[in-house]
């Protein structure tokens, strides 16, 4: 960008020894021209001359009144040109703060007092702009805090409406989003997925024995212990009641059968602290994408649904049987 040039501190004028001969030349010449006139106006009176004597009067006096006029003219232009070029100067100058506001105090003549009300309006618009500046970065950050807040209270909300609240569990919606996107990328990738399908044997009697408060720590005990065992990208689930779902993405069949195995141990261990007869336990179902000939969320539920419920009638005739023996 160019760099405005800096106006000096006088406006451009003429030279100041022109303008002083011109106010003495001008009053000179013009009675230079009345004394020539009179003269003539003698020179024809004295000569009998009269009629041309009087055209000689009215020409000197009209030339007089014409002289005077333009130098009135002259003199008035003089007054007010000079001060408004030095204002015309300025104003830029001053709006784009390369001069200061008191600038303008050099602005003389009768042009004198608009510029001081020019430069307490200059004043005033500087003032209110710094205080719109003020308000707008309060607003700004007044705004901004409450985006923040609002941000946070949404993520609170997507977290609460993805969790299950008694466990902390990812819930069934969850699962129903995450499932198809794990087997898809799983698919483009050549990994294997493996998935289980938890539910708890005995939990209606652990309920009408001690209570649902009973049942709700037992819930809460199996999520810890669920999370607490799988590893950091296998992801758990609660689908409702005593049913829980692990998902392990590059895991294969046998990987999924022994962290079945330990989570059945450990629920094991839980549920004797109850003291019931049966305990609780863990029947677990297993499906693997590498076992299946259709790669989807629903052949791969299916699989393990119908895998869970041969497991739960595993134990119930072990449970039979124990009972039998007794």
């Known amino acids: 960008m160019t760099e405005m040039p800096r106006i000096p501190d006088e406006a451009p004028r003429s030279d100041p020894d022109g303008r002083r001969r011109g106010r003495r030349i001008a009053p000179a010449l013009l009675m230079i021209a009345q004394g020539g006139g009179f003269a003539a106006l003698v ?6 001359h009269l009629l041309e004597a009087m055209w000689a009067l009215q020409f000197v006096l009209a030339a007089g009144m014409l002289l005077a006029v333009l130098w ?6 003089r007054v007010w040109n000079e001060p408004l070029a030095r204002l015309e100067a300025l104003l830029p100058e001053v709006r784009e703060g390369r001069e200061p506001i008191e600038a303008l105090a050099a602005v003389g003549g009768r042009l004198a007092p608009l510029a001081g009300h020019i430069r307490e309006l200059l004043r005033e618009l500087r003032q209110e702009r710094s205080r719109t500046k003020h308000l707008r970065e309060e607003i700004r ?21 993805a969790r299950d609240p008694l466990t902390g569990l990812f819930n069934r919606r969850m699962l129903d989003a995450y499932l198809p996107e794990a087997i898809e990328r799983c698919k483009a990738e050549d990994r294997p997925l493996c ?22 720590d037992m819930l809460r005990s199996l999520a810890q212990i669920i999370r607490s065992t799988i590893g950091e990208a296998d992801i758990a689930f609660r689908c409702g009641g005593d049913e829980f779902v692990v998902v392990l993405e590059g895991c294969d069949d ?19 602290t109850f003291h019931l007869a049966p305990s609780p336990r863990l029947s677990i179902g297993i499906s693997s994408l590498s076992n299946l000939q259709e790669l989807s969320a629903a052949a791969l539920w299916r699989q393990a649904d119908e895998a869970l419920y041969q497991v739960k009638a595993e134990h119930h005739i072990r449970t039979e049987a124990t009972r039998r023996s007794a």
């Open 254 to 272: 046998a990987a999924g059968r022994a962290l079945a195995a330990r989570l059945s141990s450990l629920a094991d261990a839980l549920g004797r």
């Open 72 to 77: 009135a003219g002259a003199r008035r232009r």
């Open 43 to 48: 020179g024809l009176l004295l000569s009998g």
């Open 141 to 161: 950050q007044r705004v901004a805090s409450r985006t923040e807040g609002l941000e946070r209270t949404i993520g609170a909300l997507r977290q609460q409406a």
């Open 195 to 216: 998935l289980l399908m938890i539910d708890v044997d005995h939990f209606k009697q652990l309920n009408d024995t001690l209570g649902h408060p009973a049942g709700d």
